[in-house]
């Protein structure tokens, strides 16, 4: 991170930067280099937001003319936020800060179900069909947009219907 010339060539290529802007990150340093920078400047106790900004595109690596690993960087930092690497001891103060026990017992759950194609099936079928009874507002994401609504047939549904 510290070979950065400040070129902005990977805010430039950011399709998240180029969405919000500068002034949503609310640091120093903005973009995918601040995104690496600052939560090792401030911790991630207090930078916590900053790695998951990101959709991983690869755009801002592919880019920089010192070849800077962002992508791989923005991955260890998001990691790091959440639980630390068992491998190797945190680099980033604040390493664990977003960790949630709900959080993880849900992704548990996530991965159990999808490990059981049945079920998933039947996952998928039943949130279709109470789809109804999503709710409209899931945090402060929704307060500005829309949430996304489950599709009224799952994808099975519909390729059984096409005879496939």
Known sequence: TLRCIRCGACMNHCPVYTRVGGHTYGTTYPG????????????????????????????????????????????????ESVDGDKLHPAKVRGHGAKRSGVEAMIWKGWSWMHARPGLYRLGTSLGARFRKLQPGKVGAWTQYRTAPKLAPKTLHER???RGQ
Not at 64 to 78: E, N
């Open 159 to 161: 390729m059984k219907e």
């Open 32 to 79: 995918p280099i601040g995104k690496i920078l600052m939560p090792h400047m401030v911790g991630l106790d207090e930078g916590r937001h900053l790695p998951t900004a990101s959709s991983l595109c690869g755009a801002c690596g592919e880019v920089c003319p010192v070849k800077i690993p962002i992508p791989d960087l923005l991955v260890r930092l998001r990691q």
